[in-house]
């Protein structure tokens, strides 16, 4: 490549990383800035750091009592979610057993249907089984919602893993459930990291449902907390941008603990073993 054109080359690559960047430093500044300060100085980092607004939108915010929630909702979620795109993922990459197509395409059909379509019809299931304002209604909905994509994703891992590995195992003895638990989920721990990435962002995220079936503030996730907020209390720039902050500072986390398995789920099951 021409020493110019390599030149012009990382040039725009650095200006769209700057422009991709800069929102998220632009909110981080925010946070630590007064009002006053806010309203002079909105492009440059502020020119005294305070924490005040950390503290307002703690206590004023009530993000620990959102926190806590999600710290309930999400990992007994995650479980469930788990559970379900593994086994229907093996169930529909590797077993052979009847309307096996029919049922794999509706699982896929229902991945096209957006969260604001499904939200009434939903609802109103709910409420019938008494499960509104509930860990458990929550925790249910998110789990049919989003294991679709994920039953999709293990089924077509799984179904990159050479068949002679579980005819192997059925010869010796092996029971469909060892085979699952015992080699083809440690075979797929890449793309289980991978789901867990997923299912943890959109868990954390995930609005509609929450602002439909968490109807006491006690019960709210962070993200309807967040939403909710505004609406309250009419609160500041700089103290929304410290709630923004405080918000996001746990799924970073995740995303930098897992981040290793992204590149790996991606390319996960491309290939024919």
């Not at 005040?52 to 703690?58: E, F, L, P, Q, T």
């Not at 075979?187 to 995220?205: C, D, E, K, T």
């Not at 897992?258 to 790996?264: A, N, V």
Request: glycine share 6%; proline share 5%.
């Amino acid at each position: 490549m021409d020493k110019s054109l390599k030149f012009y080359t990382y040039l725009v690559l650095i200006l769209f990383a700057l422009v991709s960047i800069y929102p998220l430093f632009h909110v981080f500044i925010t946070s630590f800035k007064l009002v006053d300060e806010y309203i002079e100085n909105r492009v440059f980092p502020p020119a005294k750091w305070v924490l005040d607004n950390y503290k307002v939108a703690i206590e004023q915010g009530h993000l620990l009592s959102y926190f806590w929630n999600n710290a309930i909702l999400i990992p007994a979620a995650m479980l469930f979610y788990l559970f379900v795109c593994v086994a229907a993922g093996f169930a529909f990459g590797r077993l052979r057993f009847r309307l096996r197509l029919p049922l794999f395409l509706a699982t896929l059909f229902l991945m096209i249907f957006p969260q604001m379509l499904l939200s009434l019809q939903i609802f109103q299931i709910c409420n019938k089984l008494y499960l509104t304002d509930t860990y458990l209604g929550v925790i249910l909905v998110w789990t049919a919602y989003f294991a679709p994509f994920g039953t999709y994703i293990m089924a077509t891992y799984f179904n990159s893993i050479p068949y002679e590995i579980i005819e192997s195992a059925r010869v010796d003895g092996a029971s469909t459930w060892r085979i699952l638990s015992q080699i083809a989920t440690p075979m797929a721990l890449p793309m289980i990291g991978f789901l867990v990435i997923i299912g943890f962002q959109s868990m954390w995220n995930e609005l509609p449902f929450s602002l439909l079936l968490l109807q006491s503030m006690e019960k709210r996730t962070v993200t309807l907390g967040i939403a909710m907020i505004q609406g309250q209390y009419g609160i500041s720039d700089p103290i929304r941008a410290a709630v923004i902050v405080l918000a996001s500072f746990i799924p970073i986390l995740v995303f930098l603990f897992f981040q290793k398995y992204i590149t790996t789920g991606t390319y996960a099951g491309s290939l024919k073993g």
